[in-house]
């Protein structure tokens, strides 16, 4: 009677315990298989998107442009063992996008990395020109550091030889103002020179 309890009672728990788990794991599944169909979705788009920005499709209206990226992706080596939900779905993310995959194609990102290219070198040649420049600043005011230091010390120089100058004017006037005697009693003269009268 005992045995017969317990299996009754195990019947029951099971019979309330594995529809439960049924359906836990039904939704693993369904996540496991969605995650699996967005990554491939994703890398459908990414492929698509890319030929997009390479200027690849070239229809117009949307029925049209979602049928050739449709056809481009079926034709890839990589996406031919997806479903043809998940390449319609790429293919119309693809389309929706397509004015993105305009502004930003393959042809204007070459054109702007070009054009910040040269700005970047044009940046580091007015670098170098300011660096040259400043060498030239600092080699000027040295320059004029040093002229200046010599011309103060000429100008100093200038100054000692004329204030000894100064100092021996009146030693030399008193030597020439004081008669000189070369043994005789005869004094020196000095005879005046009359103007000289302008022709009549």
Known sequence: MFIQIGLTTLILMLAFYLPANARMMALENNHRKFALNMHDIADAYQMAHAADRGELFMMSSEFDAVKERMGFLRQHPDLQSLEPEILELAAQMSQISQEL??????????????????RQEEIELFQQRLEEAQVIQNELR?????????????????????????ELLPELSTQLQTPRNNGSSKASSVVAMSPLRPAE
């Open 142 to 166: 040295q320059w004029t550091r040093d002229v200046e230091m010599e011309e103060t010390i000429a100008r100093s120089q200038l100054t000692r030889l004329r204030d000894e100058l100064f």
């Open 101 to 118: 995959a305009r502004t930003y194609g393959d042809a204007q990102v070459e054109r702007a990395r070009m054009f910040l290219q040269q």
